[in-house]
């Protein structure tokens, strides 16, 4: 079940599940979804501290990788919110 996503939120997680495997940035997603880049971080960093995302540093790079993880793979950002 969802844990208290935003809309925004279930709206990153549904692209991340549906493009898993992709190298993407929040750029990337931000564009993709049509946000802000600057509004798409603090949706970002919420994401990472519920443990669905985390981002990887890729040498070289200048931009992290916003990547899922398990428990990010395995939520359903559908199902209805949990009343927590």
Known sequence: MAKNLSEKAITIMTYLQDHNGEDLTA????????????SITGVINGLVKKGFVERVVVEGEKDKRVVLTAAGVALDPEAPLDEE
């Open 27 to 38: 750029k990337d997603i931000a564009a993709a979804v049509d946000m802000e880049a600057r």
